[in-house]
């Protein structure tokens, strides 16, 4: 690392592109006067897909295997709201199997994507033991993603019109004692980062976004819960089976570092309740409709995906090719909050300042 | 479907006097969710029409820009989608297919920021008055239209079976006499 004198009392120093937080890289040039960061500024790119002009030239089936590998931890939530554009435009009714198995599989995803961030939180402090104790509990639902669908990432759960998978009554047990496992073992989990004063003494009050800059900057999903701003998707906007089913939206005003892994932590405690409602309430019947027609029309469609709001755009031309098809995930609407929360922060803490946005850089970039 | 409208009527009102006739509609999903369309006759209405939902307390969610080639037409469109209490507002702006421009919006939304630099990087559409206007994802030092005299691999790996490459050189020769 080279610090580059700019005149007066500040330094530009650049941090990236590859470890800042994640296996990710993106490119940070911070001003800094001694050991504190008084402005930042970004740089992005690196992977850059070429992923929207990808989708203009593949079908409309083809696209929902491209769309889940948008991203990695939330692949489940571009699928599904991809699944949701389109059935909008076709003028498509999915069964209500389907609506309570595409929530089953988009609450297990959740719970895996908010443990894997806790899980880094721990490592970026120094706190290896909570952070392999984090990884080994993860791994339970690493192992229920791969027992129900087949795979420990990219589900393919999602299809036009309905899911794939049907998900047989034995596996329901089996995915409700795997929950009874998790659950005393998330709330010791819980209390360590409520109580333990290493974890509380780096990430308490640090990274500051206040409620009004939160409000400014559109920011969505835990970020903007972490500072106080009742923003969910499945609330606003009721889809799939979210509007049958009991959950609370968790809001934390600590604006903080702190605030926002509350709210994950949190969040996965309403996630196990919704995956219990779904394994319990599951109706039978059908689990796809079939497609139809395709005219030339236009439609959108939101969703709550772990880092926050996802949003698709498609626009048909009467063929089975997407005349276009945009979305716009979480992390592209949070990375410009950094320049907030890390002003006036130490250098040293910028790599968890970063990581408490629950950063996705292939995903911003597609 | 009245229940929805009826629910935002005020701005739906003020956002149809800056729409071209005719252009207006609503739809819903299959959970009942709104999504409500407009159409603005010329890029200038735009500071109006996202004045209006920033004073109602909007949220922009995404813009979208698109070349109407696929629909046989030389224009370009932006959407920028708003949300509201949970309703979608979908203003859709047609550009001049010679000379794209769009006012920036950046100073009522400052998330517009890299939504707007996204678009002139990658769609060549000029957004005026930007207070930020570098590249997003691409290296200042990259010519303007570089990503366009790339060859993808799946044309180049095909060319020997598929005229795709064949056509794309005769067009490029075509170009340069």
Not at chain 1, 25 to 32: D, G, R, W
Not at chain 2, 2 to 31: M, P, W, Y
Request: charged share 20%.
């Amino acid at each position: 690392m080279t610090a580059m004198n700019t005149g007066g009392s500040t330094f530009s120093m650049p941090l990236g592109p590859v470890h800042v937080a994640l296996e990710e890289p993106v490119y940070f040039h911070l001003t800094v006067e001694g050991e504190t960061i008084r402005k930042v500024d970004l740089t992005s790119g690196h992977v850059h897909r070429g992923m929207e002009a990808m989708a203009s030239q593949r079908n409309l089936t083809k696209n929902t295997t491209l769309t889940e590998r948008v991203c990695s931890l939330c692949s489940n939530s571009h699928s599904f709201t991809y699944c949701m554009a389109v059935e909008n435009v076709l003028g498509l009714d999915i069964p209500q199997r389907a609506r309570y198995l595409r929530v089953l599989a988009e609450e297990i995803k959740r719970v895996a994507s908010h443990l894997f961030n806790t899980a880094i939180q721990a490592h970026l402090i120094g706190f290896k033991s909570l952070f392999m104790h984090i990884m080994e509990v993860r791994e339970i639902m690493q192992d229920v993603k791969e027992t129900v669908y087949g795979n420990r990432m990219n589900l393919a759960q999602n299809c036009i019109g309905g899911v794939k998978c049907d998900v047989t009554p034995e596996l329901l047990v089996y995915i409700l004692s795997a929950i009874d496992k998790m659950k005393p073992m998330l709330e010791e989990i819980r209390d360590i980062y409520a109580t333990n004063s290493m974890v509380l003494g780096r990430t308490k009050g640090l990274g500051l976004l206040p409620q009004e800059d939160a409000l400014r900057l559109g920011v969505v999903g835990p970020v903007a819960r972490g500072s106080g701003l009742k923003m969910d998707v499945r609330k606003a906007s009721p889809y799939a089976a979210y509007p049958e089913l009991e959950f609370d939206v968790i809001l934390h005003s600590g604006c903080c570092i702190h605030s926002r892994t509350t709210v994950r932590l949190d969040e996965i405690f309403e996630s196990f309740r919704l995956i219990i409602q779904c394994c319990k309430r599951l109706p039978g019947g059908p689990t796809i409709a079939s497609m139809r027609q395709i005219r030339s029309a236009e439609a959108c469609a939101r969703t709550e995906a772990p880092r926050g709001e996802v949003f698709y755009y498609i626009r048909t031309n009467g063929t089975d090719i997407p005349a276009r098809l945009k979305w716009r995930v979480p992390s592209y609407m949070n990375w410009e909050a950094l320049g907030v929360m890390m002003k006036d922060c130490k250098v040293a803490d910028a790599a968890l300042i970063t990581n408490s946005i629950d950063p996705c850089v292939s995903c911003t970039e597609r | 479907m009245q229940d929805v409208i009826r629910n935002n009527a005020h701005i739906i009102k003020n956002l149809t006097l800056c729409s071209e006739t005719g252009t207006v509609h609503h739809t819903t999903d299959s959970f009942g969710n709104a999504f409500h369309w407009f159409r603005l006759g010329t890029p200038r209405h735009l500071t109006r029409a996202a004045g209006l939902l920033r004073e109602a307390g909007a949220r922009l969610c995404m813009t979208t820009a698109y070349n109407r080639r696929h629909l046989s037409e030389p224009m370009q469109e932006i959407c920028y989608h708003f949300e509201l209490a949970g309703v979608v507002y979908n203003l859709t702006v047609t550009l001049n297919g010679e000379w794209p421009v769009v006012p920036s919006i950046t100073h009522l939304f400052a998330n517009a920021d890299w939504h707007e630099r996204e678009m002139m990087e990658l769609y060549g559409v000029n957004v005026t008055d930007h207070p930020n206007p570098r590249r997003l994802f691409l290296d200042e030092e990259f010519d303007e239209g570089i990503l366009n005299q790339a060859v993808p691999l799946s044309i180049m790996m095909n060319g020997a079976c598929t005229t795709d490459l064949w056509e794309r050189v005769l067009k490029n020769r075509e170009k340069l006499s």
